[in-house]
């Protein structure tokens, strides 16, 4: 049986791993967080002022690709554009306010120029605009993440396009 893979995507802290895991726990899909896989072994260095690994690119490719072909994964990155467009089926932009952001970012330990630059990257759309250049626009949507509430939302609705998609492609 052929399953959907899926793309979430949007900035740190917009709730991509919660949806993700959760997404999986209720459809069977495989998640997979591109952040845990490079902290582990696919990196290419490490960026002092974000404090975070860099990640190589090609070698997720690499890492990735039979699992892709083979469908029903979830993959949650915050960026998009170095993936294959012809991975996903459909793509999730998640968005947050930034009040919501903010506090969610300085939690992680987030400060100085990284919390800037990643509340300025939600307020510029930067991911959505990426999402949108790099796939077919007619697969890409976004999805408010705020609250509690916006992500039961998501999950039924990604719950029902993930049903519908099976239903038509089996």
Same mark, same amino acid.
């Given at each position: 049986?052929?399953? @959907?893979?899926?793309?979430?995507?949007?900035t740190? #802290?917009? #709730?991509?791993?919660?949806?993700?895991?959760?997404?999986?726990?209720r459809?069977?899909?495989?998640?997979i967080?591109?952040?845990?896989?490079?902290?582990?072994?696919?990196?290419?260095?490490?960026?002092?002022?974000?404090?975070? @690994? $860099?990640?190589d690119?090609?070698r997720?490719?690499?890492?990735?690709e039979?699992?892709?072909?083979?469908? #029903?994964?979830?993959?949650?990155? /915050?960026?998009?554009?170095?993936?294959?467009? /012809?991975?996903?089926?459909?793509?999730?932009?998640?968005?947050?306010?930034?009040?919501?952001?903010y506090?969610r970012?300085e939690?992680?330990?987030?400060?100085?120029?990284?919390?800037?630059?990643?509340?300025?990257?939600? $307020?510029f759309?930067?991911?959505?605009?990426?999402?949108?250049?790099?796939y077919?626009?007619?697969i890409?949507?976004?999805?408010?993440?705020?609250? @509690?509430?916006?992500?039961?939302?998501?999950?039924?609705?990604?719950?029902?396009?993930?049903?519908q998609?099976?239903?038509?492609?089996n």
């Open positions: 049986m052929r399953r @959907p893979n899926i793309l979430l995507t949007g740190p #802290g917009v #709730g991509k791993s919660t949806l993700g895991k959760e997404l999986a726990s459809t069977g899909l495989t998640y967080s591109v952040g845990d896989l490079a902290k582990e072994e696919l990196y290419e260095g490490f960026d002092e002022e974000y404090e975070c @690994p $860099i990640l690119e090609d997720v490719i690499d890492e990735l039979d699992k892709m072909r083979e469908g #029903g994964v979830i993959v949650d990155y /915050h960026g998009c554009d170095f993936f294959p467009e /012809h991975w996903f089926h459909i793509v999730f932009v998640l968005r947050t306010d930034n009040s919501f952001l506090d970012l939690s992680r330990g987030y400060k100085g120029k990284k919390l800037q630059d990643n509340i300025q990257c939600e $307020i759309q930067t991911l959505y605009e990426e999402a949108m250049l790099s077919r626009k007619e890409v949507h976004q999805l408010p993440s705020n609250t @509690p509430e916006d992500l039961e939302r998501n999950l039924d609705q990604i719950v029902q396009w993930i049903e998609w099976t239903k038509d492609n």
